[in-house]
């Protein structure tokens, strides 16, 4: 009995159009919740499945209220966030959130507040995922660029990071691993 909550993003070529946010109900009834987004990216939701949250790139994060059915109501901007990518919510609620062109990892408290802002050396940083035995471990996916590329040639390789926010406090974020895709 759950819902499918979904956005797309195609590179055709062209200069994008605005695209729509789409929520398919339980019974099949497919709904746009929004015709005019720039740049649609992650997706989360609180843990008391009280909030939908979705970022848009080039606006910031949407926070979606949900009705004991799962259905999304208006949205309110929840964080303005001009590079917003990923996202994804902890067990406590806060709002972690991927930036593309500052390379900073943000934490928002359910009520907007910037909890954590961590500046990670590599030049996109595009999504987010918790995992790992207790899900304490915040695995964070970059990005680079033929720009930078052409800059770092050897250098210029994307990476899966991963670290114990939850478990650390904020000062200790030296402490995230990386290694290489190839």
């Not at 990216?41 to 994060?61: A, L």
């Not at 907007?112 to 590599?122: A, E, K, N, Q, S």
């Not at 033929?146 to 030296?174: G, H, I, N, Q, W």
Request: hydrophobic fraction near 40%; include cysteine.
């Amino acid at each position: 009995g759950g819902t499918i909550d979904f956005i797309s993003i195609m590179d055709l070529g062209v200069a994008p159009q605005l695209g729509k946010l789409f929520y398919l109900s339980p019974d099949g009834t497919l709904r746009i919740l929004r015709d005019d987004v720039f740049v649609s990216n992650g997706i989360g939701f609180s843990p008391d499945g009280r909030h939908m949250y979705h970022s848009e790139t080039s606006v910031g994060i949407w926070r979606y209220p949900l009705d004991p059915n799962g259905s999304p109501g208006t949205p309110e901007l929840f964080v303005p966030m001009e590079d917003s990518d990923g996202l994804v919510v902890d067990s406590a609620g806060a709002v972690w959130v991927a930036g593309w062109s500052s390379a900073n990892l943000r934490r928002y408290l359910p009520d907007g507040t910037l909890d954590r802002l961590i500046h990670l050396p590599f030049p996109h940083l595009i999504s987010l995922a918790f995992g790992g035995p207790d899900l304490h471990d915040l695995y964070i996916a970059t990005a680079g660029n033929a720009d930078y590329a052409r800059a770092f040639a050897e250098t210029a390789r994307r990476a899966v990071l991963r670290c114990s926010p939850l478990k650390l406090p904020p000062e200790m974020f030296e402490a995230w691993k990386s290694f290489e895709l190839n």
